[in-house]
């Protein structure tokens, strides 16, 4: 699942990001008001975590502006203020959630699930091919019946190759999903994530669930 951050103070969301991260989640990080409702506008997100205070956009008018645009995707409000007027203002913009700093990353691990949970994922809950299937909330692998574990890493790279189930994805895609567009496309680090994949996950005729389309990809068939 794929969560925004939106923290002016880098350590924080830096935390934040490295924390998420570490439960399988994928997360991007922007450090004002404007440029997280840039990225909101451009991608499609799970979840949303915001601090309040930053400079360009306030939390609180960045969630306007979200609200008013239509996306109804959950969001967290992240605040050093714990007055009751600045609680009823962070809802009352359309937030879906207030977390007081200082707080325990257990606590804001527990409302990110609660808030996913709270979200109609009915149809999209499960990724499956197969015998494998990815539980996008629970964040767990199983295949035929049995869990799996992976690192965050190999995580992402399934679950962008179970979304895009039947077609092709290219290296590039997955560099850019995985890391970032600045990360060297040359670099041979998706091989090696995929081989482990493919040690990982065999059907029960022993062929790998990951098929190499040679000089254009990988793709994941039922």
């Known amino acids: 699942m794929r969560i925004l951050v939106i923290e002016d103070e880098k350590k924080v969301a830096s935390f ?4 998420l991260e570490e439960e399988l989640y994928q997360v991007d990080t922007a450090f004002n008001g404007k440029e997280g409702l ?3 506008f451009e991608n499609e997100y799970d979840l949303i975590i915001s601090d309040i205070m930053m ?3 306030n939390g609180i008018e960045y969630v306007r502006e979200v609200r008013k645009s239509g996306i ?6 992240l605040t050093v203020k714990d007055s009751t007027k600045n609680k009823i203002d ?3 913009s359309g937030a879906d959630d207030y977390l007081t700093k200082p707080f325990a990353f257990e606590e804001l ?3 990110v699930r609660a808030l996913l949970r709270r979200k109609d994922y009915s149809k999209d809950n499960l990724l499956k091919a197969g015998e494998l299937q990815l539980d996008l909330v629970a964040h767990k692998t199983t295949l035929s019946g049995e869990e799996v574990i992976l690192t965050p890493k190999e995580y992402s790279i399934l679950e962008y190759l179970l979304r895009n189930k039947n077609k092709i994805v290219s290296r590039t895609k997955l560099i850019e999903h995985v890391y970032d567009y600045h990360f060297d496309s040359g670099t041979n680090v998706i091989d090696v994530y995929i081989n482990k994949l493919r040690n990982k996950l065999t059907r029960k005729d022993g062929k790998p669930f990951i098929l190499t389309v040679r000089g254009m990809g990988y793709t994941i068939k039922d």
């Open 38 to 40: 840039e990225l909101t």
């Open 16 to 19: 934040i990001k490295k924390g």
């Open 55 to 57: 400079p360009l956009m």
């Open 72 to 77: 109804t995707t959950p969001i967290l409000l």
């Open 90 to 92: 962070g809802l009352d």
């Open 109 to 111: 691990t527990a409302r």
